[in-house]
Nanobody
Framework: VQLQASGGGLVLAGGSLRLSCAAS????????MGWFRQAPGKEREFVAG????????YYADSVKGRFTISRDNAKNTVYLQMNSLKPEDTAVYYC?????????????????WGQGTQVTVSS
């Protein structure tokens, strides 16, 4: 499956952004979808994940209550709504697809990756 992330940009602290990840090539609804991020000099970390049916979502503690992951299987797209952004949210954000049934926090579980979109939050 091919993934294309978009929606990043520059925003002031406290602002909002919505990231999108469009999938193509295989049956999108067969995949668990996740969002990860990587800040300069740091490892790529799990941000949020959603099961194929959207029945369950998972979040890193650092974004709980501020970020919301959702998906539209009819549009082959997964979203990440980011509110109350902080400077520490600055990173390149990646979407990823996993053919397993459960959301994994380990990036090594994911089979396909998008190219990343830059999010910069200024104070």
């Amino acid at each position: 499956v091919q993934l294309q992330a978009s929606g990043g940009g520059l925003v002031l602290a406290g602002g909002s952004l919505r990231l999108s990840c469009a999938a193509s090539g295989r049956t999108f609804s067969n995949y668990v979808m996740g969002w990860f991020r990587q800040a300069p000099g740091k490892e790529r970390e799990f941000v949020a994940g959603i099961t194929w049916s959207a029945s369950r979502t998972y979040y890193a503690d650092s974004v709980k209550g501020r970020f919301t992951i959702s998906r539209d299987n009819a549009k082959n797209t997964v979203y990440l709504q980011m509110n109350s952004l902080k400077p520490e949210d600055t990173a390149v954000y990646y979407c990823a697809a996993d053919s397993r049934l459960r959301v994994a926090l380990d990036r090594r579980s994911y089979d396909y990756w998008g190219q990343g979109t830059q999010v910069t939050v200024s104070s």
